[in-house]
Protein backbone atom coordinates (compact mmCIF):
# COMPACT_ATOMS: atom_id res chain seq x y z
CA UNK A 1 0.00 0.00 0.00
CA UNK A 2 2.73 2.41 1.30
CA UNK A 3 4.75 1.51 -1.54
CA UNK A 4 1.81 2.12 -4.28
CA UNK A 5 1.28 5.79 -2.85
CA UNK A 6 5.42 6.50 -2.93
CA UNK A 7 5.52 5.24 -6.51
CA UNK A 8 2.36 7.99 -7.35
CA UNK A 9 3.90 10.52 -5.60
CA UNK A 10 7.31 10.21 -7.64
CA UNK A 11 5.49 9.75 -10.93
CA UNK A 12 4.15 13.24 -10.15
CA UNK A 13 7.09 14.58 -9.12
CA UNK A 14 9.02 13.54 -12.20
CA UNK A 15 6.16 14.94 -14.25
CA UNK A 16 5.60 18.28 -12.45
CA UNK A 17 8.97 19.43 -14.45
CA UNK A 18 8.86 20.10 -18.34
CA UNK A 19 9.38 16.96 -20.02
CA UNK A 20 9.68 16.20 -23.70
CA UNK A 21 8.64 12.65 -24.55
CA UNK A 22 9.05 11.69 -28.31
CA UNK A 23 5.65 10.21 -30.45
CA UNK A 24 6.56 8.43 -33.79
CA UNK A 25 9.14 11.64 -35.72
CA UNK A 26 7.27 14.87 -33.82
CA UNK A 27 8.09 16.22 -30.70
CA UNK A 28 5.85 17.06 -28.14
CA UNK A 29 6.44 19.93 -24.80
CA UNK A 30 4.15 19.23 -22.00
CA UNK A 31 4.41 21.66 -18.90
CA UNK A 32 2.16 19.31 -16.73
CA UNK A 33 0.89 15.98 -16.59
CA UNK A 34 -2.16 14.76 -14.27
CA UNK A 35 -2.63 11.10 -14.21
CA UNK A 36 -5.44 9.51 -12.53
CA UNK A 37 -5.54 6.28 -11.05
CA UNK A 38 -8.12 3.49 -10.20
CA UNK A 39 -8.23 1.01 -7.34
CA UNK A 40 -6.04 -1.77 -9.80
CA UNK A 41 -3.48 0.81 -10.18
CA UNK A 42 -4.94 1.35 -14.05
CA UNK A 43 -4.76 4.53 -15.38
CA UNK A 44 -7.98 6.30 -15.57
CA UNK A 45 -7.06 9.37 -16.83
CA UNK A 46 -4.54 11.92 -18.29
CA UNK A 47 -4.69 15.46 -18.42
CA UNK A 48 -1.58 17.27 -20.31
CA UNK A 49 -1.19 21.06 -20.28
CA UNK A 50 0.74 22.35 -23.26
CA UNK A 51 3.37 25.55 -23.26
CA UNK A 52 2.91 28.69 -25.28
CA UNK A 53 4.32 27.45 -28.46
CA UNK A 54 3.21 23.95 -28.33
CA UNK A 55 -0.21 24.99 -27.82
CA UNK A 56 0.12 27.66 -30.63
CA UNK A 57 1.88 24.91 -33.08
CA UNK A 58 -0.94 22.70 -32.07
CA UNK A 59 -3.49 24.61 -31.51
CA UNK A 60 -4.96 23.69 -27.95
CA UNK A 61 -3.10 23.97 -24.83
CA UNK A 62 -4.64 21.40 -22.82
CA UNK A 63 -5.63 17.52 -23.01
CA UNK A 64 -7.42 15.18 -21.14
CA UNK A 65 -7.57 11.26 -22.27
CA UNK A 66 -10.15 8.98 -20.83
CA UNK A 67 -8.91 5.24 -20.83
CA UNK A 68 -11.44 2.52 -20.62
CA UNK A 69 -11.27 -0.55 -18.94
CA UNK A 70 -9.23 -2.33 -21.56
CA UNK A 71 -7.17 0.38 -21.62
CA UNK A 72 -7.94 1.97 -24.81
CA UNK A 73 -8.62 5.54 -25.39
CA UNK A 74 -12.27 6.14 -24.92
CA UNK A 75 -12.76 9.99 -24.98
CA UNK A 76 -10.46 13.04 -25.63
CA UNK A 77 -10.96 16.65 -24.83
CA UNK A 78 -9.47 19.56 -26.36
CA UNK A 79 -9.54 23.01 -24.87
CA UNK A 80 -8.88 25.36 -28.00
CA UNK A 81 -6.61 28.20 -27.53
CA UNK A 82 -7.57 32.06 -28.12
CA UNK A 83 -6.40 32.08 -31.23
CA UNK A 84 -8.45 28.87 -32.57
CA UNK A 85 -11.56 29.96 -30.66
CA UNK A 86 -11.61 33.47 -32.22
CA UNK A 87 -10.96 32.09 -35.92
CA UNK A 88 -13.19 29.02 -35.52
CA UNK A 89 -15.83 29.86 -33.01
CA UNK A 90 -15.02 26.79 -30.97
CA UNK A 91 -13.73 26.84 -27.07
CA UNK A 92 -13.53 23.16 -26.81
CA UNK A 93 -13.61 19.36 -28.69
CA UNK A 94 -14.78 16.15 -27.03
CA UNK A 95 -14.10 12.89 -29.12
CA UNK A 96 -15.28 9.85 -28.19
CA UNK A 97 -14.21 6.37 -29.57
CA UNK A 98 -15.29 2.55 -29.71
CA UNK A 99 -13.19 -0.04 -28.50
CA UNK A 100 -11.73 -0.54 -31.86
CA UNK A 101 -10.45 3.24 -31.56
CA UNK A 102 -12.80 4.41 -34.42
CA UNK A 103 -14.67 7.64 -33.51
CA UNK A 104 -18.40 7.81 -32.76
CA UNK A 105 -19.18 11.11 -31.36
CA UNK A 106 -17.92 14.39 -31.60
CA UNK A 107 -19.12 17.41 -29.42
CA UNK A 108 -18.21 20.99 -30.19
CA UNK A 109 -18.43 24.07 -27.69
CA UNK A 110 -19.13 27.30 -29.32
CA UNK A 111 -17.68 30.73 -28.22
CA UNK A 112 -19.94 33.63 -26.62
CA UNK A 113 -19.78 35.42 -29.68
CA UNK A 114 -20.49 32.66 -32.12
CA UNK A 115 -22.87 31.75 -29.36
CA UNK A 116 -25.05 35.14 -29.55
CA UNK A 117 -24.85 35.14 -33.36
CA UNK A 118 -25.82 31.73 -34.53
CA UNK A 119 -27.84 30.50 -31.44
CA UNK A 120 -26.00 27.44 -30.68
CA UNK A 121 -23.75 27.03 -27.66
CA UNK A 122 -23.36 23.13 -28.39
CA UNK A 123 -22.86 20.42 -31.08
CA UNK A 124 -23.06 16.59 -30.84
CA UNK A 125 -22.29 14.72 -33.95
CA UNK A 126 -22.93 10.88 -33.70
CA UNK A 127 -21.18 8.19 -36.34
CA UNK A 128 -21.95 5.25 -37.89
CA UNK A 129 -20.05 2.45 -36.86
CA UNK A 130 -19.44 0.89 -39.74
CA UNK A 131 -17.93 2.65 -42.81
CA UNK A 132 -20.64 4.34 -45.38
CA UNK A 133 -20.58 7.40 -47.87
CA UNK A 134 -22.00 9.59 -44.73
CA UNK A 135 -20.30 8.70 -41.15
CA UNK A 136 -23.04 11.29 -39.46
CA UNK A 137 -26.23 9.82 -38.51
CA UNK A 138 -27.08 12.10 -35.94
CA UNK A 139 -26.60 15.99 -35.33
CA UNK A 140 -27.04 17.65 -31.79
CA UNK A 141 -27.76 21.08 -31.39
CA UNK A 142 -28.03 23.18 -27.81
CA UNK A 143 -29.46 26.69 -27.58
CA UNK A 144 -27.55 29.54 -26.25
CA UNK A 145 -29.79 31.42 -23.97
CA UNK A 146 -30.50 34.11 -26.20
CA UNK A 147 -32.21 31.97 -28.28
CA UNK A 148 -33.68 29.87 -25.34
CA UNK A 149 -34.97 33.11 -24.40
CA UNK A 150 -36.17 34.25 -27.32
CA UNK A 151 -38.05 30.98 -28.59
CA UNK A 152 -38.22 28.62 -25.86
CA UNK A 153 -36.12 25.99 -27.78
CA UNK A 154 -33.20 24.61 -26.19
CA UNK A 155 -32.21 21.76 -27.98
CA UNK A 156 -32.60 20.17 -31.87
CA UNK A 157 -31.80 16.94 -32.82
CA UNK A 158 -30.95 15.60 -36.89
CA UNK A 159 -31.01 12.38 -38.10
CA UNK A 160 -29.45 11.34 -41.34
CA UNK A 161 -29.97 8.75 -43.54
CA UNK A 162 -26.06 6.88 -45.26
CA UNK A 163 -26.27 9.48 -47.67
CA UNK A 164 -26.23 12.41 -45.94
CA UNK A 165 -29.50 13.28 -46.32
CA UNK A 166 -32.05 14.91 -43.68
CA UNK A 167 -34.67 12.31 -42.41
CA UNK A 168 -35.55 13.43 -39.47
CA UNK A 169 -35.50 16.35 -36.87
CA UNK A 170 -36.76 16.51 -33.41
CA UNK A 171 -37.15 20.19 -31.66
CA UNK A 172 -37.21 20.36 -27.81
CA UNK A 173 -38.87 23.55 -25.74
CA UNK A 174 -39.60 24.72 -22.21
CA UNK A 175 -42.45 24.33 -20.59
CA UNK A 176 -42.06 27.36 -18.98
CA UNK A 177 -45.41 29.15 -20.18
CA UNK A 178 -44.06 32.62 -19.77
CA UNK A 179 -41.25 31.70 -22.48
CA UNK A 180 -43.18 29.19 -25.05
CA UNK A 181 -46.82 27.96 -24.35
CA UNK A 182 -47.54 26.39 -28.08
CA UNK A 183 -45.85 23.25 -27.87
CA UNK A 184 -42.66 21.45 -26.06
CA UNK A 185 -41.65 19.20 -28.71
CA UNK A 186 -41.92 18.80 -32.63
CA UNK A 187 -40.82 16.53 -34.67
CA UNK A 188 -40.39 16.38 -38.21
CA UNK A 189 -40.59 13.63 -41.11
CA UNK A 190 -38.81 14.73 -44.28
CA UNK A 191 -38.95 12.89 -47.79
CA UNK A 192 -35.73 12.72 -50.18
CA UNK A 193 -36.78 16.29 -51.63
CA UNK A 194 -36.39 18.05 -48.37
CA UNK A 195 -39.75 18.18 -47.94
CA UNK A 196 -42.07 17.64 -44.47
CA UNK A 197 -43.91 14.56 -44.99
CA UNK A 198 -45.17 14.34 -41.34
CA UNK A 199 -45.41 16.39 -37.84
CA UNK A 200 -46.00 15.41 -34.54
CA UNK A 201 -46.87 18.31 -32.01
CA UNK A 202 -46.56 17.37 -28.29
CA UNK A 203 -48.47 20.59 -26.40
CA UNK A 204 -47.80 21.65 -22.92
CA UNK A 205 -50.03 21.02 -19.61
CA UNK A 206 -51.36 24.69 -20.16
CA UNK A 207 -52.39 24.18 -23.42
CA UNK A 208 -53.88 20.42 -22.94
CA UNK A 209 -55.66 21.53 -20.12
CA UNK A 210 -57.87 24.25 -21.90
CA UNK A 211 -58.05 22.63 -25.34
CA UNK A 212 -58.27 18.44 -24.32
CA UNK A 213 -55.47 17.24 -26.63
CA UNK A 214 -51.82 16.65 -25.96
CA UNK A 215 -50.31 15.14 -29.40
CA UNK A 216 -51.05 16.14 -32.73
CA UNK A 217 -49.73 14.42 -36.14
CA UNK A 218 -50.05 16.18 -39.77
CA UNK A 219 -49.37 14.34 -42.46
CA UNK A 220 -48.66 16.00 -46.02
CA UNK A 221 -48.36 15.56 -49.92
CA UNK A 222 -44.92 15.77 -51.72
CA UNK A 223 -45.91 19.28 -52.75
CA UNK A 224 -46.60 20.69 -49.23
CA UNK A 225 -50.20 20.21 -48.97
CA UNK A 226 -52.11 18.42 -46.32
CA UNK A 227 -53.27 15.18 -46.39
CA UNK A 228 -54.38 14.10 -43.01
CA UNK A 229 -54.67 15.50 -39.21
CA UNK A 230 -54.56 13.05 -36.22
CA UNK A 231 -55.80 14.63 -32.58
CA UNK A 232 -54.79 12.81 -29.83
CA UNK A 233 -56.98 13.65 -26.42
CA UNK A 234 -56.16 14.18 -22.30
CA UNK A 235 -57.15 11.67 -19.97
CA UNK A 236 -59.52 14.28 -18.80
CA UNK A 237 -61.09 14.67 -22.08
CA UNK A 238 -61.13 10.94 -22.96
CA UNK A 239 -63.02 10.38 -19.87
CA UNK A 240 -65.36 13.63 -20.08
CA UNK A 241 -66.36 12.47 -24.18
CA UNK A 242 -65.50 8.63 -24.49
CA UNK A 243 -63.37 9.30 -27.73
CA UNK A 244 -59.39 8.37 -27.52
CA UNK A 245 -58.46 10.65 -30.62
CA UNK A 246 -60.10 11.83 -34.30
CA UNK A 247 -58.69 12.27 -37.73
CA UNK A 248 -59.07 14.71 -40.24
CA UNK A 249 -58.44 13.65 -44.53
CA UNK A 250 -57.84 16.02 -46.83
CA UNK A 251 -58.25 16.36 -50.74
CA UNK A 252 -55.15 18.22 -52.51
CA UNK A 253 -57.33 21.98 -52.22
CA UNK A 254 -57.33 21.19 -48.43
CA UNK A 255 -60.85 20.43 -48.08
CA UNK A 256 -61.82 18.25 -45.41
CA UNK A 257 -63.07 14.98 -47.08
CA UNK A 258 -63.49 11.86 -44.42
CA UNK A 259 -63.74 13.01 -40.39
CA UNK A 260 -62.83 9.77 -38.02
CA UNK A 261 -63.54 9.38 -34.50
CA UNK A 262 -62.02 6.15 -31.99
CA UNK A 263 -64.17 5.33 -28.93
CA UNK A 264 -63.03 4.20 -25.59
CA UNK A 265 -63.74 1.02 -25.06
CA UNK A 266 -66.43 1.51 -22.62
CA UNK A 267 -68.30 3.56 -25.07
CA UNK A 268 -67.92 1.20 -28.12
CA UNK A 269 -69.08 -1.31 -25.98
CA UNK A 270 -72.05 0.73 -25.40
CA UNK A 271 -72.37 1.52 -29.12
CA UNK A 272 -71.73 -1.06 -30.78
CA UNK A 273 -69.18 0.82 -32.91
CA UNK A 274 -65.40 1.22 -31.80
CA UNK A 275 -64.83 3.72 -34.93
CA UNK A 276 -67.03 5.86 -37.21
CA UNK A 277 -66.27 7.92 -40.18
CA UNK A 278 -67.94 10.78 -41.85
CA UNK A 279 -67.68 11.81 -45.37
CA UNK A 280 -67.91 14.85 -46.87
CA UNK A 281 -68.18 16.31 -50.88
CA UNK A 282 -66.33 19.66 -51.63
CA UNK A 283 -69.49 21.80 -50.49
CA UNK A 284 -69.18 20.04 -46.93
CA UNK A 285 -72.22 18.06 -47.11
CA UNK A 286 -72.45 14.77 -45.79
CA UNK A 287 -72.58 11.52 -48.08
CA UNK A 288 -71.74 8.72 -46.20
CA UNK A 289 -70.95 7.37 -42.67
CA UNK A 290 -69.24 4.21 -41.46
CA UNK A 291 -69.10 2.50 -38.36
CA UNK A 292 -67.24 -0.55 -37.51
CA UNK A 293 -68.95 -2.72 -35.54
CA UNK A 294 -67.41 -5.00 -32.45
CA UNK A 295 -67.11 -8.16 -33.33
CA UNK A 296 -66.07 -11.38 -30.94
CA UNK A 297 -65.50 -13.76 -33.83
CA UNK A 298 -65.51 -12.98 -37.58
CA UNK A 299 -66.79 -15.26 -40.21
CA UNK A 300 -68.07 -14.18 -43.88
CA UNK A 301 -71.04 -14.10 -42.50
CA UNK A 302 -70.42 -11.98 -39.76
CA UNK A 303 -71.35 -7.68 -40.21
CA UNK A 304 -67.70 -5.81 -39.49
CA UNK A 305 -68.84 -2.72 -41.31
CA UNK A 306 -72.14 -1.04 -41.83
CA UNK A 307 -72.28 1.69 -44.36
CA UNK A 308 -74.99 4.67 -44.82
CA UNK A 309 -75.27 6.92 -47.60
CA UNK A 310 -76.72 10.47 -47.35
CA UNK A 311 -78.19 12.63 -50.53
CA UNK A 312 -77.71 16.15 -50.65
CA UNK A 313 -79.94 17.52 -48.27
CA UNK A 314 -79.00 15.33 -45.86
CA UNK A 315 -81.23 12.68 -45.64
CA UNK A 316 -80.56 8.47 -45.67
CA UNK A 317 -81.00 6.87 -48.88
CA UNK A 318 -79.23 3.54 -48.46
CA UNK A 319 -77.09 1.31 -45.54
CA UNK A 320 -75.22 -1.64 -46.49
CA UNK A 321 -73.32 -4.22 -44.28
CA UNK A 322 -69.71 -5.67 -45.12
CA UNK A 323 -67.69 -8.61 -43.80
CA UNK A 324 -64.29 -8.37 -42.98
CA UNK A 325 -62.87 -8.94 -45.88
CA UNK A 326 -65.08 -6.24 -47.72
CA UNK A 327 -67.73 -8.27 -49.42
CA UNK A 328 -71.20 -6.82 -48.85
CA UNK A 329 -73.83 -9.25 -46.85
CA UNK A 330 -77.11 -6.61 -47.04
CA UNK A 331 -78.60 -3.75 -48.83
CA UNK A 332 -81.38 -1.33 -47.49
CA UNK A 333 -82.94 1.24 -49.85
CA UNK A 334 -84.97 3.48 -48.04
CA UNK A 335 -87.57 3.18 -50.89
CA UNK A 336 -88.61 -0.33 -50.59
CA UNK A 337 -86.63 -1.36 -47.81
CA UNK A 338 -85.97 -4.87 -49.32
CA UNK A 339 -82.71 -6.75 -48.32
CA UNK A 340 -80.50 -8.23 -51.17
CA UNK A 341 -78.02 -10.23 -49.43
CA UNK A 342 -74.22 -12.09 -50.44
CA UNK A 343 -71.32 -13.87 -49.39
Known sequence: MYKQHFKHLLIALLLASVIKPVVGNSQETINRIITYYDDNDKVQKIIRFYPQNQSKRQGYFKKVT?????????????????????????????????????????????????????????????????????????????????????????????????????????????????????????????????????????????KTNNLGYYKSIFFFDVKGGKKREEWYFTPKMVTKEQMEKVVYYFDKKGRETVQEGYYTDIKSKELGYYKAAFYFDPKGRKTKKEKYLLVDKTSKSTPFKEVTYFDEWGYQTKSETYNKTGNLLKTITEDDDQTNSQF
Open 66 to 206: VYDKNDKISIIEKYLTDKIAAKQGVVKEVTYFDQKGKQIRLEKYFSDKISQSSGIKKSVKHYQKRDVKNEIIKIERFSSADKFEESGEFKRFRYLNSDGRKIKEEVFYTNDPDVNDDFFRVIYHYNKNGGVTKKTTFYPDD
